[in-house]
């Protein structure tokens, strides 16, 4: 438990709330309802083993905390997450409803296991250990199915491995969700081009036979989505989308649209992940509390690449 002021409230609950969410405990000396909500909270802080902090505010010192959260009665609780105000509660509840609360928000002790074992695989995914990354994720998965961030790295990382089956057994839970998430829409999509490569003819042609036929008509846009395939499964992404584009440029609703579901597929494969929050980047919480030295982050360059070819797809489509 950590009492917060002004003065340290960006470091003790906005930078904190990017990796662990907080509890911000509105109370004053002469409120009885405080008294017998407060040790709840720290009771329930210690039980959770630092799955969420508790921060308490003394309402009467800070006021200008108070106004910022539009506080009015007291107690008051807030929760923090990523920077921002995502719940919170009134009055002296009792620690049933106080559990219920954080259960809604406050990760499960599998879940932080889960994602522990996530983190440590992407690691071991940018030093090259792609077996042990593989085992990670696999764990991950085993001790929470529900962790999708475990579910696409472990199927992306398989495909990028060539086990296609195995890839394909790990990524059919997600596509009984409905709706199905774009980013495993995209694994399955990127998934049916290296089949269509192994197991249809066309997908043995040069690249050189697809230009003859386009050459020849430049509405073949069978031809056209087959070399766009074949490029997907050679790993040439950019110039597959520029002959999907082609398509969706002469007609939007050829093929189902299938080569817009491609070429959208394609940016989501190609999106940089986003970077990990710090407080640096959180710029202004809702409650309007300004965070000192945020930086303007510079744009890398597979996230220029990608920023236009969604201007050239909305272009496209307009």
Request: proline content about 6%; charged content about 25%; glycine content about 6%.
């Amino acid at each position: 438990m950590i009492d917060a002021t002004l003065q340290n409230f960006e470091a003790e609950v906005i930078a904190a709330s990017m990796t662990t969410p907080v509890l911000v405990d509105f109370w004053a000396d002469w409120c009885g309802p405080c008294k017998s909500l407060g040790p709840v909270l720290e009771k329930l802080e210690v039980a959770y083993e630092g799955r969420f902090k508790l921060v308490k505010v003394n309402a009467d010192a800070e006021q200008q905390l108070v106004a910022a959260f539009g506080v009015r009665s007291l107690p008051t609780c807030v929760l923090l997450m990523n920077g921002q105000p995502v719940d919170g509660f009134m009055g002296a509840v009792p620690e049933g409803q106080v559990r219920a609360f954080l259960d809604k928000h406050v990760p499960s002790a599998d879940e932080l296991m889960a994602e522990a074992e996530t983190e440590e695989a992407e690691q071991l995914i940018e030093a090259g250990d792609t077996d042990a990354a593989l085992a990670k994720l696999q764990e991950a998965l085993a001790v929470n199915p529900a962790n999708e961030d475990a579910r696409f790295d472990y199927v992306k990382l398989l495909v990028m491995s060539g086990e296609l089956d195995l890839a394909s057994q790990a990524l059919a839970p997600a596509l009984t969700v409905q709706p199905v998430a774009l980013r495993f829409e995209a694994l399955s999509q990127w998934m049916a081009c290296l089949r269509f490569v192994t197991t249809d003819p066309r997908g043995q042609w040069p690249i050189e036979q697809f230009d003859a036929a386009v050459a020849a008509n430049k509405r073949d846009f069978e031809a056209r989505f087959d070399k766009a395939r074949v490029l997907i499964a050679m790993g040439e992404w950019p110039q597959a989308m520029d002959e999907l584009l082609e398509i969706i440029m002469r007609d939007k609703a050829w093929g189902d649209q299938a080569p817009r579901k491609a070429y959208v597929a394609l940016l989501e494969l190609m999106t940089p992940p986003k970077p990990k929050a710090d407080a640096a980047g959180a710029g202004k919480t809702a409650s309007g509390i300004e965070i000192a030295g945020k930086a303007l982050a510079q744009q890398d360059p597979q996230a220029e690449l990608v920023s236009r070819y969604r201007r050239k797809l909305s272009m496209a489509l307009n």
